[in-house]
């Protein structure tokens, strides 16, 4: 695993089945005043992340470009691409990160799947040039520390100083859209004895339903009514297991009737969801939202 992904994870699937900590090329920011500082550099020894120095990696050569921002590129390999990142979408990195010394801080596995972040995450250096990138491109980056962690508290291990990144864009995906029946649900939406409220967006050609006591791999998307997205499965990968005892018992009671390749939309009010808001009642930091919320499902594959 990267050193450095955000300690944002995904709320559901943490709940459903495990922890999904992401870390690596976060944009600095301070946790919460009761939290440790969050360590970031595993030992170099052995790490499967590790990648040799350029020749180059102490300052840009003279053939490197440089912007007013401070941050000098040279690009490796253009790309096919058409489409440009922007803050809001998701994209699949291979990079590693070094000091200027040469020592390396991240990373992404050499031999494995690229690692899948959220644009506004990374570092601002990063952020930046990624949104000029398109798929397939490969760039050096001599980026200022202004830019990188610089003097940030929230880390125990971030480098200080100036930093050099290696970055390939290998894919781009949008973030969902906010749907427009958000607070009311249209004509044709069905309703439930319990109050859950759903419709079919895509049929699927499945014949089987999901058990309670069952596991499924899904694509999901979740909103309060306001349109604040509050959790992407996309964030983490393309499909994300899901055990269905553990799922809010409105979704849950959705995926029952559903089969591999139905969409749905659910309006879950807050008793089918996380709880309800209740004046005195507070959510939890970090936490999922109380009171009603909508989510886009589908269901892609029921596992044994």
Known sequence: ???LRSVRGSLIV???LAACGRTGAVRPSSPPATAAPIELTPSM??????TPAPADVSRPPADAERDASGVARKILAHGKGTVHPTPTTYVDLRYA???RNGNQFEGTPTDAEPG?????????????????????ERRRLWVPSALAYGER???TNAPKGDVTYDVELVRVTPRPPVPPDLQVA?????????????????????????????????IYTAWTPNG?????????????????????????????????????RLWLPGNLAFGELQPGREAVPFGPPLGPVVFDVELVAILP
């Open 228 to 264: 604040h997205m509050f959790e992407c499965s996309l964030a983490t990968a393309d499909v994300v297991p899901v055990a269905l005892r553990r799922l809010p018992a409105g979704w849950r009671e959705a995926m029952l009737h559903m089969v591999e390749g139905d969409k749905s």
């Open 14 to 16: 943490a709940l459903s």
């Open 116 to 136: 899948r972040y959220e644009l506004r995450e990374l570092v601002p250096g990063l952020e930046k040039e990624l949104m000029l990138m398109v798929a397939g």
């Open 1 to 3: 695993m990267p050193a």
């Open 153 to 155: 508290v929230s880390y």
């Open 45 to 50: 020894n052995g790490a499967p992340w590790a």
């Open 186 to 218: 249209p004509k044709g939406a069905k309703t439930t004895k319990s109050g859950l409220v759903y419709l079919v967006l895509k049929k699927g050609t499945g014949k089987a339903h999901p058990t309670e006591q069952g596991h499924a791999r899904v």
């Open 97 to 99: 990160g070094w000091e």
